[in-house]
């Protein structure tokens, strides 16, 4: 168990729904990164939150938001939902901002899948 | 910009057999390097990472990984796999130009013969 919890495990949904995805972060963990795992893209990072604030971006639609909120639990916001958009979406936190010393710790993901 | 290869999207060995996972790292300097491991239905956890020093770096679960600058590659190695090792790993980049943002490679799925 990483400590990192995500919820709900399993999303079913239809094409142009919009969908939130939590994740709250290991204790003492102030960074919160979003990943997309898909069969034809691999993984992929989306975006990057560091104590309430966007930090960086990665290949993130614009169709998709995110938030850290003041307790640093972070949600993933996905609306026009596509087929496309069916993935395993990954939360991961580490304790600092883009430190690459610091490991980052996984939650168990949750599975989209866009009928 | 900084790539990873995995060049074996599936591997099958023995049960007591060696285990060797390949990465190839495009990179003009050297960047940081991770191997993370993905069991059915979890998330992904981290087996050993490596950013300067001795280039061969121990990890969890008897794994070890091998830096060589000279060929841009961070192998994966372990003496004996066991039935328990059957999962996805992934080797990843990191780097000050891309904010240390992990890049990563497609992953090699290993399969355990009994």
């Known amino acids: 168990d990483s400590g990192v919890t995500q919820t709900p495990k399993h999303l079913i949904t239809a094409t142009g729904q919009r969908v939130t995805l939590r994740c709250s972060p290991r204790s003492g963990d102030l960074s919160v990164y979003w990943y997309q795992q898909s069969l034809d893209q691999g993984l992929q990072f989306l975006i990057q939150?560091?104590?309430?604030?966007?930090?960086a971006k990665g290949n993130i639609l614009e169709r998709f938001s995110a938030q850290q909120f003041p307790d640093l639990h972070s949600e993933l916001n996905l609306s026009s939902l596509e087929l496309g958009d069916s993935a395993l979406y990954f939360c991961?936190?580490?304790?600092?901002?883009?430190?690459?010393?610091?490991?980052?710790?996984f939650g168990p993901g949750t599975r989209l899948t866009v009928l | 910009a900084q790539s990873v290869t995995q060049p074996d999207i599936h591997i099958t060995v023995s049960e007591g057999a060696s285990l060797e996972l390949r990465c190839n790292y495009s990179y003009g300097a050297t960047p940081y390097l991770f191997w993370y491991v993905q069991s059915p239905g979890q998330g992904l956890q981290l087996l050993l990472k490596?950013?300067?020093?001795d280039t061969l770096v121990q990890g969890i679960k008897g794994f070890e990984a091998e830096f060589k600058r000279s060929q841009s590659s961070f192998n994966l190695r372990k003496p004996s796999v066991h039935w328990s090792d059957a999962a996805e790993y992934f080797c990843a980049v990191g780097a000050m130009d891309s904010n240390y943002q992990l890049i990563w490679g497609a992953g090699t799925k290993l399969i355990i013969k009994p």
């Open positions: 939150y560091y104590n309430g604030e966007e930090r």
């Open positions: 991961a936190s580490s304790i600092r901002d883009s430190n690459p010393t610091d490991t980052q710790y």
């Open positions: 490596y950013f300067s020093g």
